[in-house]
């Protein structure tokens, strides 16, 4: 069976730990792909070491250089993307044509990084004093600390190496433990693409050991962290208590706003999408759609109809259109919820329960799930479940739907589908989220557009775009006096 091994120093290395588990397909419990050895705190820290040892190196080559790295790492991505792909979805149990679109997305991002490592340029800024001239430019901050969920094993790790490396930061980088295959086949692609050792190193292990030696540790000066929000919020506080910055990216609750005059197919196509594409488990995933009364049974009709056709099973088969939760406990959160919705009164439209079919009787598949006259104030509106359940609320006015679609401590994504002028650009005004769409799925995103939450999804600056690489460089400013004479005068 194959251990997977952690990635140190240039060399992929066994860890010495003693806890051990395995990974495991969701679809399929009976298939083992491998077995994780827990790192110990030790092994993090070493990993920083290393890390911060080749940072001292790694921030004199210039910019375009680094970027040129980084854009032979995207090209062997891509030319092993459905080998990495179909890894992902073994792990992790995302459809393949799901696995196969995250790897692009991930391609993407690095093509993007490696490009602006040609514009990584400060400003020349003109100065009150004459014969006198004042820049900036931007450096690299440190050690970078890069923590990342389960749900995008090759995007958002991507998402954050990539700018970090060619901003000049030397990377320790702590994958879920659920998806240590995908990472170590991303680790590959670096180490093959030129990276000089040190500079990016994985360790594999619990977030409570190698995920707090990281955030703890005195040589790492960044910490970027995707993940749910009572995690985020604790790594936030330990690196504030150090002083450090930290860009933290949370946990959702995206809600779509369905008005009276909307195109009612494009709505269902795009919400079927947004709830149920990768299984719910999407941080841009749909769940909760705000519909006007006026066309709430027509809208739901329709995508019900859509709904009972789908066919869950191996994700690896093109005929699939949902695979499983990721994990047992996954799985049971998701049925905590349904029975929470339940018993606190809304009307259970469609799924609820677990299909029966042969193909799911050995993997965390759940039914396509849809509550109907659900209230702001219940649970299931309120907090994030990561499951494909989606929670329809019924309202009279655009007023309404606007108040419901805010009433969320989360700000991630959202959308709305309407054919008003007036609508659309209040909605965008008004609408408190990082991201939004007009007439489209709350799902996906470019990576020249920023990404990021308001609210308790998102504290520190946005991820992807050009703003990323304010968070991974320090900006120094620049005065240089060509006067060669003495300042006359008070200085300030
Ligand atoms: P999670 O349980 O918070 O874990 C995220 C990462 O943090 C994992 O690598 C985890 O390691 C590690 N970790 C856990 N406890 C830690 C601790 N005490 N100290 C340091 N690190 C720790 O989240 P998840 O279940 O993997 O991912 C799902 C969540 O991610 C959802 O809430 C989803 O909304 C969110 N998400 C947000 C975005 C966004 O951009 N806003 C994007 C994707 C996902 P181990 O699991 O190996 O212990």
Redesign the pocket.
Known sequence: MQVYKNFIGGEFVASQGTRRINNVNPADTREVLGEVILSTKAEAAQAVEVAAKAFKEWRKIPAPKRGAIVAKAAQLMLERKEQIARTLTREEGKLLSEAMGEMQRAINIAEFCAAHGRRLNGEVIPLELANNVGYTMKEPVGVAAI??????PAA?PIWKIAPALVAGNSVVF?????VPATAELLMACFAEAGLPAGVLNMVIG???EV??TF?DHPDVRLVS?????D??L??YKRAAGRGIRAQC????KNPVIVCDDADLDLAVSGVFNGAFGSTGQR?TATSRVIVQHAVADAFLERLMAQVQKMKMGNPLDASTDMGPSVDESQLKTVLDYIEIGKNQGAELLCGGDRPTTAECAHGHFVNPTIFDKVQPHMRIHNE?I?GPVLSVVRVESFDEALEVANHSEFG?TSSVYTRDLTRTFRYIHEIETGITHVNSPTLGGEAQMP???MKN??VGPREQGTEVFDFYTETKAVYIDFTGAKREGKLY
Do not use: D
């Not at 923590?147 to 995008?152: A, G, L, V």
């Not at 990216?249 to 959702?252: A, F, V, W």
């Open positions: 923590i990342t969920p389960w749900n995008f958002i702590k994958p879920a433990s659920l619990s977030g409570g995920g707090n955030v962290f995707t993940g749910s929000t995690i985020g604790g790594i990216e949370m946990g959702g941080c994030e990561f991630l990404f990021g939450g999804t998102g």
